[in-house]
C-alpha cells in the first residue's frame, strides 16, 4: 500500500520528499512502499515497535543503507529536486548534506578538535579557517563551553552525552541541510538525553531534523510530525499532536496509548 500524506509545509520547499519506497535485506522487506513529505525546519519522529522499519527508512535517506550487504532500495527520495538514488548521484555528498548521529556514540580515535575537523578535511569545505569553523560547530552543538579549554585531548576522555554532541558538531561542520538521529539518546542518563533533545529543538532553526525514537515522551516533546510505523508501513503521519491525541488509525492508537507494544 503507498500513501501520501499531505503536510502543510508553510509556502516552503519540503526538506525531502519520500516517494514508494521499499528497503529489503536480503528477501525480507524491511520498508514497504512509504511515501512523505518532510517540511523544512521541524523535527519530524518516526516511531513504532521494535523492527518495524524505522531505521531501514532513517537510513534510507541519506543512502546509508548502501553500506549493508544484500541491502535493496526502491521508490524515490527527493533532496532539493533530485532523486538521492540517481545514476550519477554520489552518495559521499548526499550524506554531506544529509548528515547522521547514531544511536551510540562513535568518537574518532584522536582529539576533541580532531573529530570535528575529519569531515572538514576530507571535504576542504572550511574555508581556509578550520579552526573557526569548528569552534562554531562545537557551539552549534551546545559543547564549546565545555570543551574549550582541552580541544587537543583524547574525545574519549568525554561523558557519554558529551560525546553525543560531538557526534553532533562533527556532522554540522561540513554544512548538511537535514540532520538524522537515530535513537540518539537511547544510551544516555536522564539529564544527558534531555541536553540532546533541547539540542534538537534548538537546530531546527537551521537544519531538518528527523528523529528514530522508542520514547512516546520524547517525540511527544520535541517533534513537530510523528510517523508511526508498523510491519515496514506507514501506517499514520502527521502533526505530533493530533497523532497523539486524535488517532485516525486503531493501530495508532493502540500504540500510543501502550496498548500495543
Not at 512509504?34 to 523544512?40: G, Q, R
Request: net charge negative.
Amino acid at each position: 500500500m503507498s500513501t501520501t500524506y499531505g503536510i502543510d509545509t508553510g509556502g516552503m520547499l519540503p526538506a525531502l520528499e519520500v516517494r514508494s519506497l521499499s528497503v529489503h535485506y536480503g528477501s525480507r522487506p524491511a520498508v514497504r512502499e512509504i511515501s512523505l513529505v518532510v517540511p523544512s525546519h521541524r523535527i519530524v519522529a518516526l516511531v513504532g515497535p521494535s523492527g518495524c522499519g524505522k531505521s531501514a527508512l532513517l537510513r534510507s535517506l541519506n543512502r546509508m543503507n548502501d553500506l549493508t550487504a544484500g541491502a535493496r532500495i526502491t521508490g524515490e527520495v527527493l533532496f532539493q529536486g533530485r532523486n538521492i538514488y540517481d545514476p550519477g548521484v554520489d552518495p559521499a555528498q548526499v550524506r554531506q548534506l544529509i548528515g547522521m548521529v547514531f544511536q551510540k556514540a562513535n568518537p574518532f580515535p584522536g582529539s576533541i578538535f580532531e573529530n570535528v575537523a575529519f569531515g572538514l578535511r576530507v571535504t576542504g569545505s572550511h574555508g581556509g579557517d578550520l579552526s573557526r569553523v569548528v569552534e562554531e560547530s562545537l557551539r552549534k552543538a551546545a559543547l564549546w563551553d565545555e570543551v574549550s579549554d582541552r580541544l587537543f585531548e583524547s574525545a574519549g576522555g568525554l561523558s557519554a552525552g558529551q560525546q553525543q554532541r560531538l557526534c553532533v558538531a562533527r556532522a554540522l561542520a561540513v554544512g548538511p541541510r537535514i540532520l538524522l538521529m537515530d535513537e540518539p539518546t537511547s544510551d544516555l542518563d536522564p539529564g544527558a538525553a534531555l541536553r540532546i533533545e533541547e539540542l534538537a529543538i534548538r537546530l531546527k532553526d537551521h537544519y531538518t531534523v528527523i528523529i528514530v525514537t522508542h520514547n512516546m515522551q520524547q517525540a511527544a516533546r520535541v517533534s513537530d510530525f510523528t510517523a508511526f510505523l508498523q510491519d515496514g508501513e506507514l501506517v499514520e503521519y502527521g502533526p505530533t499532536d493530533a497523532v497523539f491525541t486524535k488517532p485516525r488509525e486503531e493501530r495508532t492508537e493502540s500504540y500510543v496509548t501502550g496498548r500495543l507494544g
